[in-house]
């Protein structure tokens, strides 16, 4: 049996994790899960993490916070700096210091978007904007820290039940809003990644521990997708006919700069032998479903 932390249990990412953790496997059914929300731990407050992760004393610490406001991350750096590469600094030498392993999450803005292939584990990283840098600072002290005892996940366009609080919700609900509210809707064409179901990502993190994997991975869900072809299924699937249009990255005018392909490529889940999550399109309508919708005939 093996005592887990899970800091962020109630986000997105971790409350899936927390969902499927005693459901996936014998093996798992004895482990202590121990969710730890915001109010339980300060992650950017190094001696009162240090303090709870020592009184627990754990085999394995997931770390799900995260800044992930890409556009106020360029006013707001310092903040994006404190949660995304410090705090896991911090974090790191607190799981070295106890033995314990610590699994991150990263993002697929660590790439430039400049490649006409999908991105490898091993692809050097290239970000273009405040955030990417900050996520890409994290994996840096991650793997300076405790070289031989994480496991470092890159993931992208992440949706769950939950949704982000921080962010107000996930993609998908916000274009259900904006279809309700028969507000024009936008969406960038020219922005292609993989969209990621987090019950999805969740379950092929739990075949990866108990694989004993150890490094960068990239899990994202099967096959790529532009924003405005992901939004177009959501409306598909649902028969909705909204007021909506493709537009471009330059004339949505976001703050900060997005990667244009950032497809990531899971490679090194082959190599171990672990199959890489179903397609998109069959995550994104058990999604819908589970969310209360009818999907069309």
Known sequence: MSRIALIGSNGQLGSDIARVWPLHSPSRQGDELICLTHADIEVTDAAQMRSVLSGIRPDLVINTAAY???????????????VNALAVRHLAECCRDLGTTLVHFSTDYVFDGESRRPYKEAD??????????????????????????HILVRSSGFYGVAGTSGKGGNFVESMLRFAREGRPIRVVEDQVSSPTYTVDLAGTLLDLIERGGRGTFHITNAGHCSWFEFASRIFSLLALRPDF?????????????????????NSRLKEIGLAQPRPWQEALADYLRLKGHRLAA
């Open 124 to 149: 050097p990283a290239r970000p273009i904007s405040a955030y990417g840098i900050s996520k890409l600072a994290g994996e840096l002290f991650l793997r300076y820290v405790l070289p031989d005892n």
């Open 68 to 82: 992930l406001r890409v556009d106020e991350s360029e006013a707001e750096a310092m903040r994006a700096f404190l």
């Open 245 to 265: 249009a493709p537009t471009t990255r330059a004339e949505y005018g976001a703050i900060a700069r997005r990667p244009a392909f950032s497809v990531l490529e």
